[in-house]
C-alpha cells in the first residue's frame, strides 16, 4: 500500500522540477506490487523507462556489498537497464511537470513534500532506505544482466 502523496502544482511549477532534473526518486518494491508478482517490475524495466541504480556500499550491515535500487530512467539514459549515473533529468518530467499521475509515481517521489525554499522528504523514502528494501529482490534484479 502506498503512503499518502505530496503535491503542490504551484510551488513545483514556481521551482522547475529541480529536484526532478537532478535525479529521478526512487522506487520501492511496493511500486511494483512485488508480493503479487513480478510483471510489473519486468514491463516496467523492459520499457526503457526505469532503470536498476547501485548505492555506494551496501546502506545496512555490510558496507563492502553494491546495493540496488529501482528509480525511473534519466533521459540520458533511456533504455538503460543498469544507470548508475550520478545525476540526470527525470524521464517522466516535461514542460508542465510529471507525466505521472501522482498514484503512480515512485515513492521516492510521493514522500517528496514540496515546500517554499526546499523539498522534505517523508518516510525515510530515501534511495539508502529503498537500496535496503530491494535485498530481498536482489536476484530479480541481478537477472537483468
Known amino acids: 500500500m502506498k503512503n499518502k502523496f505530496f503535491e503542490n502544482k504551484i510551488i513545483c ?5 529541480k529536484c526532478c532534473k537532478n535525479l529521478p526518486g526512487s522506487n520501492f518494491p511496493d511500486d511494483f506490487d512485488l508480493e503479487s508478482g513480478t510483471e510489473k517490475l ?10 536498476i541504480d547501485t548505492c555506494i556500499g551496501d546502506p545496512g550491515d555490510n558496507v563492502d ?25 527525470c524521464v517522466f518530467l516535461t514542460r ?21 525554499d526546499i523539498c522534505v522528504v517523508h ?18 534484479l541481478d537477472s537483468f544482466h
Open 13 to 17: 511549477k514556481n521551482c522547475g522540477g
Open 65 to 89: 556489498k553494491i546495493a540496488y535500487y529501482v528509480r525511473p530512467a534519466t533521459k540520458n539514459a533511456i533504455g538503460k537497464i543498469y544507470d548508475d549515473s550520478w545525476g540526470g533529468e
Open 42 to 51: 519486468i514491463h516496467s524495466i523492459n520499457s526503457g523507462k526505469y532503470a
Open 123 to 140: 518516510n525515510n523514502k530515501t534511495k539508502q532506505n529503498s537500496a535496503i528494501q530491494w535485498r530481498k529482490y536482489f536476484d530479480i
Open 96 to 116: 508542465t511537470g510529471c507525466e505521472l499521475e501522482a498514484k503512480n509515481r515512485p515513492s521516492g517521489c510521493t514522500a517528496l513534500e514540496p515546500k517554499k
